[in-house]
């Protein structure tokens, strides 16, 4: 299994932006498809972005598109999340997740049959 390892959260104003970063190990990375997924205090971890491996479609949730973009680079093993227009309710722990050789429905995916990484705190102030 790989592993990952996020950076780039912090705190920012409502409308500033933000880029977040996976970096992977331990595996052919290029056979992973990646998704960031997000959860908020006293919610449910959900769906934000994802990207497939085989081709590098890109799927988002329906509240975040339009203002993130996510994006690869296999040359060097890192899935990025851009962050652009920031809300209040994006506050979150961001997580990245790898799931190998993964062509399925990222919006209904099992967490289960993710790697995880350790998550990294994503805080928009108003």
């Known amino acids: 299994q790989v592993q990952l390892g996020e950076s780039g959260g912090g705190l920012v104003q409502a409308g500033g932006s933000l880029r977040l970063a996976c970096a992977a190990s331990?595996?052919?990375?290029?056979?992973?498809?990646m998704g960031w997924f997000r959860q908020a205090p006293g919610k449910e971890r959900e769906f934000v972005a994802g990207?497939?491996?085989?081709?590098?479609?890109?799927y988002y949730a329906t509240s975040v598109k339009g203002r993130f973009t996510i994006s690869r680079d296999n040359a060097k093993n890192t899935v990025y999340l851009q962050m652009n227009s920031l809300k209040p309710e994006d506050t979150a722990v961001y997580y990245c997740?790898?799931?190998?050789?993964?062509?399925?429905?990222?919006?209904?995916?099992?967490?289960?049959?993710w790697g995880w990484g350790q998550g990294t705190q994503v805080t928009v102030s108003s």
């Open positions: 997740a790898a799931r190998e050789y993964y062509s399925g429905n990222f919006h209904s995916t099992s967490f289960d049959s």
């Open positions: 331990g595996r052919t990375f290029s056979t992973y498809s």
């Open positions: 990207i497939r491996w085989s081709d590098s479609s890109k």
